[in-house]
């Protein structure tokens, strides 16, 4: 079974915190790995790929430890709109099903 | 900026009936996928389409669910007979296609179905 786990938080941050979400996927075939943001009740939006060498959006940073099945997404000086869920997502090709994970709240407050 | 598009936005329906919702994919995207998430629950995806076929699917997408690209433009699903627990936000998607950079589905803002 293709599974994606994920600390479901939440997490309560000031505004200028750093936040860290992490992620295990089960399924050694995938191959591409995504950091998707949902807003309540709206559709999953790209946040970023997540490459094999790690990288950098902005405030945003992701790794992939493909020994472990791990993924993180690193946030640095955290916004009030950063306020959502983060939905870590894999793929063992294109087009084919994303596996999404159950997600982590993020709660950035003043 | 192209975008996925689906109708209705909310769908209310009895149980036993059938239901068809609407999605429009972007126009260039060669593969289109059907989602759905129950409330509080992840994103669990139904089937994929490409070349006027079924790509893939889960064992969540049985008998009673079906897809179609009526036309150039719409992709559809339908749910012949619905139940209470067909009752969650169904979300379209569309992608490139094959090469990894194109590999990104995007999302429409999904159409909500509840059941009664």
Redesign the interface.
Known sequence: RKEVEQDPGPFNVPEGATVAFNCTYSNSASQ?F?WYR?DC??????LM?VYSSGNEDGRFTAQLNRASQYISLLIRDSKLSDSATY?CVV?E???????????TTLSVSS | EPEVTQTPSHQVTQMGQEVILRCVPISNHLYFYWYRQILGQKVEFLVSFYNNEISEKSEIFDDQFSVERPDGSNFTLKIRSTKLEDSAMYFCASSVGTASSYNEQFFGPGTRLTVL
């Open positions: 591409s995504f949902q009740r709206k559709e999953p939006k790209l790929s939905l793929n090709q294109a087009g084919t099903a994303l596996i999404f994970g159950k997600g």
